[in-house]
């Protein structure tokens, strides 16, 4: 028979060496691991040892009918492969020795093989025509392990509130009539309040506990429910609630801080109109400084500049209304300014006009409303004072005398928002792929016709390329977010400009991560992700606004741009066309960056997978982008064309730099995260996401790279290799690593993914 | 003064020079157009003649000194730019020459200058200080020619059937209660029957005009009412009529195609199963022939062998089922009985149950449901016999003796359905474009600080590049599924393999066209997007299923990469690993293709713009990827590996694969078709939709053009320079290009599309 071919020595590594070649994925440092290996082994014999390295020659591969004579050889074997064995290549190696020589120690030297070059069952169970013992999932890691990593200093506040989930009211429902919809979600919310959740960002004397990072948390925790509840919370406790504490002083606090965090207050935040959205600075609404009644008067002038899309409008008492504040005839800019706009009987107060927005794609359990102000009268202590103030004597003061520097002051406050909005849309992709990744471990379909049992979905590499780099994704976004929020909310640093910029970019590329995942997810379960009872339909309505609410990604990635265009020193949100341009001409010369030709056609793993080549690679297309913008927007100046015109024109190529920039930022506080994993086993589990992450990202722009010539043609292939086999070698943790997301089992109620 | 320098003859030409300098997109076939013009200019002296030619050296370009001497010459005329002028630019030149010489003769040269590169006034008219007479929307074309061109032969079946829809039963309303919207369709169908629609594919003799192309029109048309409507009716009259029409017999069609057609017998087509819903051979159910009875029994065998997500579920009396046809104990394959399942006082017949599903993400006035059978008894004749019948003497009888051949020939009756979903989908797109293009030509947001007004949305660049795209491929697709309905419904081509492979792909790459262009036309209206009122989520929720019925698009896209690598002669549909592979054995040495060098550098406007260039760049990416997929399999079998396994290891190879050949197919048609345009205008419009189109699909998998060495990466950026050009050239006529669709008035009705 073709075994007598083989001493003991030679046929443990065959299974080894047929797997190695039946794939064309076999690098120089993969080589190098085989061939130290081996050179290790002393218990190979001269001959042995001499006749396996012939065959690790990548310029002498070994012939089709040498392999086809190892398969054989492995198929005779009459020995099961084990996928639950820890090492399950070098234990099948072991038996097979045991069954045709009778002795079998076990050889350390193939587990490192097997260790260190990455190989699954999954790789190579289907290449052998023997008996397989499979096993669904691996539990190599361990969920909970995996779950705490991500919760960090926030375990105790995110378990507490998981466990709360479990109240009956927040069982998922069928919700078709807004009215009841928005009732059902009002009752939530006050129980959310009466817990303490509502005013848990809020400091001590006001019933809160200063915790940002943990709100952020259970922000997300609370998309598991539903998106309306989050999004109600949010207006309520962040919005509403966010405007006094931030915008308002001790008075406005003492006043309404504590009420409002119990939900006692219902309040909404009243700043975007018909007519302007995105362009907040240009709202039309007037609040006029009366000096005889010592008021002020909000006011909506014209047909379009109602407040819109106003959430809680319907249920609040009260609301931070944003309008031009106009003192002495003067106009000081946009301001924030408390009305009551319904008495206690919830009838709407004398020149109020709210009306209801109706139906909407998602999130129908929120009551967006337009508001209508006909010369309402408020008194003076209701301007929220931070920035500006109008004093007893009726005159405006504040300590920000440039009136664009106070606007974005004002706004940076959203910035906590816009955080918590990227978190629930991560909250929703989290969720969407776990329903996917749970009906893909149960579903079959299709198989080859000698097979009495189909394929599970999950077993089929389309549908793990689908899924698993959005899962690294989402690991990375979390570690991401969290540090944001870290950042945001410490104390310390006073100057959050450069925090501003990456928030608006981060948003942006999560809330579209989010949604494209989610749409990703409904079809990977085909009909069944289309059935609201399997809560992926839900989620893809719900998420969908996330791009376009608390600002709209597209300018929110300009505005990213122009960050780095100003190196983060010009005001956020701010056109700022000319102070960015004044810094381009100072900073340009440091943004070159030359390629390094050592990198342009490394296709080694060892390289392809290590970080510092993802982050050069995220680097310089940062710093390229922002040289290459910066020199178009110059040279149009030059020429003449105004500096408006000239940012118009390179729209495009600022929103490229904004999404690069906010990629690159998100990988390096990954990487640096996973630095601080104690335990060796879940750090390299949280590299190799990472790695997928990177190199996913980076095929996203393959094109730029090679046009710049970063990467060479063999390297961009290599790179689409790499995520397909990270994809296939991810997949017996593939449960695990959506178990990891710690989704609360009673929120996870689709039949589809039970 | 500057302007003293220039003589009239070169003045005239400033405006030009600065419109073309001020971007750095001039080719050399530009510089050609721009030459040949000067040079044909006998007004011109010598001097001014060889002035004139220095300005155009691309290797000295003009300075940014002399640049802006130009356009302060410009800006000093104080003469207006008019948009609406025919030829904007030469109009301004020659006004200009009034301004500072008194004489002004037109200058045709200027002309055709302006003709032949594409100038547009929303390409420079930012570029100039001075007076402009703004045109939103230029009247260049005629959007009723568009709409002819497109409706072809049907133009009165659609016409009338547009008019139609003015009936008050096709208003938009809100529908939030299943329930009432089921009824509402189903009066919707059941009036749509009445006049003929239903019944209009069928022959004379059952109520039809055997328009197989009109009726694929017309359901296009009716996505402008509503997804549910178009669904239900398709499921009536296409899927159960076409059942019976297809797979039936004379005594079938006498007995029930008729009163299917008036909607007389409402029916269901009862195939997908709850275990089997893309491997459809797999189904379950079991229809037993009974010899004593003369009878055929349908049985539910287990637990997900029930019928799943059947649309008219609830409302049918009949339905069309898929069972494995056992007679004499010998399983015959998967057969369509009629059965009834609903008496005259609609209560289900003995043995049938019926679920409903309940509500979906969309489509929720489509009454889906789930149909279990026990022990059904159907007499011998309710067998759709056409390709398979039981003989009196009961026993199994069919013209095909392969069975696999038999259950393909039956699938391939459904074709005509992926055909309608596809057009279905394109509806849905247009009607988003049209609303997000009529939305961008109102809304105004933020302005240059020293306007007064705001800027439309449509002349950002970056909504330009999001919507002009997508409408240039409705063109495309819409053009192609014309085509491929044609050839489908022609009864001369009998052996229809490779339209099946070809509609398999259409299908997929429309259906996820049309997902991805409604999502962008959502974000492209903000928070109005997402309001029910404006008709973009209904569209959303409905049109995102299309990529999962009638052929989920992952597993088409391979059945058509089958299709491309047999060379279309394996059954569609097969898995048919085997035949592929040796028909690969004698093709693959066809199919290598060499890259012609000469196009790998040429960045020039001729050739970019060329369908040759299309074209050769479509067909080299398909045939490439059939080669090295081909290889590739060739190689996993060489090496031992099952061939199921060896596709299994290509699958996203194949998906690419088949996209790569169905966008080629689609440009293909599209270029015969515009070869068929008399009137050269419209002729040059669709031509340029199409260049668009090209260069944009091309720009998507330019990594992988660039990693086979087909362009550099010069050619690259480009590719993506142009696509941007002519987003923005065709600016001033994208309110006509949503107007060719030919959407009537009376279903535009979403506020901000009116």
Redesign the interface.
């Known amino acids: 028979m073709v075994i007598k071919k083989y001493t003991a020595g030679v046929l443990q590594y065959i299974p080894f060496f047929y797997v190695i070649?039946?794939?064309?994925l076999l690098s120089y440092s993969e080589v190098s691991v085989v061939k130290k290996a081996i050179e290790q082994d002393k218990s190979l014999d001269k001959k042995e040892y001499e006749y396996l390295l012939t065959c690790l020659d990548k310029n002498t591969p070994p012939s089709?009918e040498v392999?086809?004579n190892w398969?054989n050889v492995i198929s005779h074997s009459q020995v099961q492969l084990i996928e639950s064995d820890t090492y399950p290549l070098a234990t099948f190696s072991q038996k097979m020795l045991c069954h045709h020589f009778g002795d079998c120690p076990f050889n350390a030297h193939l587990k490192d093989i097997e260790i260190n070059l990455g190989i699954q069952p999954n790789h190579y169970k289907?290449?052998f025509?023997i008996g397989i013992v499979e096993n669904v999932v691996s539990n190599f890691y361990n969920p909970k392990e995996i779950d705490t990593i991500l919760k960090g200093d926030q375990a105790t506040v995110i378990d507490g509130f998981r466990d709360f989930l479990k109240d009956p009211i927040f069982e998922w429902n069928?919700k078709?009539?807004?009215e009841a919809f928005r009732l059902h979600v009002l009752k939530q919310v006050q129980l959310l309040a009466k817990k303490g959740y509502g005013a848990m960002s809020y400091t001590e004397p006001y019933g809160g506990s200063n915790n940002m990072i943990g709100y952020a948390a259970i922000f997300e925790n609370m998309m598991y429910v539903d998106g309306s509840m989050t999004i109600k919370f949010g207006v309520q406790f962040g919005l509403f609630g966010g405007s006094i504490q931030k915008l308002g002083t001790k008075k406005h606090h003492d006043a309404y801080l504590s009420e409002t965090g119990k939900s006692n207050i219902l309040g909404c935040f009243a700043m975007?109109e018909t007519g302007?959205?995105?362009?907040v600075r240009?709202i039309k609404t007037t609040a006029t400084y009366d000096k005889e009644t010592d008021s002020i008067i909000i006011h909506t002038p014209g047909k379009n500049d109602n407040k819109?899309?106003i959430g809680n409008a319907l249920h609040s008492t009260m609301a931070s209304v944003f309008a031009q504040l106009i003192v002495d005839g003067k106009n000081h800019g946009v301001h924030a300014i408390l009305v009551t706009i319904r008495d206690s009987n919830h009838n709407l107060t004398p020149g109020v006009t709210i009306e209801d927005?109706?139906?909407?794609?998602?999130l129908n359990g929120v009551d967006n409303g337009k508001i209508w102000f006909h010369q309402v009268k408020v008194p003076r202590e209701n301007l929220l004072n931070k920035y500006g103030n109008i004093t007893a004597d009726g005159t405006y003061h504040s300590d920000i005398k440039n009136p664009n520097k106070r606007f974005f002051t004002m706004l940076g406050t959203l910035v906590g928002g816009r955080i918590c909005v990227a978190r629930a849309g991560l909250g929703g992709a989290k969720k969407s792929l776990a329903i996917a990744v749970k009906h893909a471990l149960q579903r079959r379909?299709?198989n080859?016709?000698i097979k009495i049992q189909?394929d599970l979905l999950m077993d089929?590499?389309?549908h793990q390329?689908r899924l698993t780099p959005a899962i690294a994704s989402c690991y990375v976004y979390d570690v991401a977010l969290t540090h944001i929020m870290k950042v945001y909310s410490d104390p310390k640093i006073e100057d959050k400009r450069k925090i501003e910029t990456q928030v608006a970019g981060l948003k942006s590329i999560i809330t579209w991560f989010a949604?494209d995942t989610i749409?990703e997810c409904?079809?990977a379960c085909?009909?069944k992700?289309?059935?609201?009872?399997n809560q992926i339909?839900d989620l893809?309505?719900d998420v969908?606004?996330f791009?376009?609410?608390e600002g709209?990604?597209?300018v929110l990635l300009q505005l990213a741009a122009k960050g780095v265009l100003s190196d983060f020193t010009s005001e956020f949100n701010s056109?700022g066309f000319v102070a960015v341009l004044k810094l381009l001409g100072e900073r340009i010369g440091d943004k070159i960056n030359t390629i390094n030709p050592t990198y342009t056609n490394n296709v080694d793993t060892a390289h392809l997978y290590s970080a510092k080549f993802h982050t050069h690679a995220f680097d310089y297309r940062t710093r390229r982008l922002t040289y290459t913008v910066a020199m178009r927007i110059k040279?149009?100046i030059?020429?003449?064309?105004?500096s408006?015109?000239a940012f118009?024109?390179v729209?495009?190529h600022l929103?490229a730099l904004g999404k690069a920039y906010s990629v690159a930022f998100a990988y390096a506080t990954f990487v640096d995260f996973t630095e601080t994993i104690v335990d060796q086993k879940n750090k390299t589990l949280f590299q190799k996401l990472g790695t997928l992450y990177a190199l996913h990202e980076l095929?996203k722009d393959?094109?730029w790279y090679?046009?710049?010539?970063y990467i060479s043609?063999?390297k961009?292939?290599a790179l689409r290799q790499r995520v397909?086999r990270l994809s296939t070698e991810l997949r017996p943790h593939i449960g695990v690593l959506v178990d990891g997301f710690g989704i609360p089992k009673h929120c996870m109620q689709a039949p589809i993914a039970k």
């Open positions: 070649w039946s794939d064309d089709y392999l086809k398969k289907h290449l025509d069928l078709r009539d807004k975007t302007h959205g995105s362009n240009g819109e899309y927005n109706g139906y909407k794609l998602g379909q299709f080859d016709s189909e089929y590499p389309s390329l949604n749409q409904r079809e085909g009909g992700g289309y059935l609201l009872e339909a893809k309505g969908d606004i791009t376009t609410f709209d990604n597209h056109a040279d149009y030059k020429k003449g064309v105004p408006y015109q118009l024109k729209q495009t929103l095929r393959a094109s090679l046009e710049q010539g043609g063999t961009s292939k397909e």
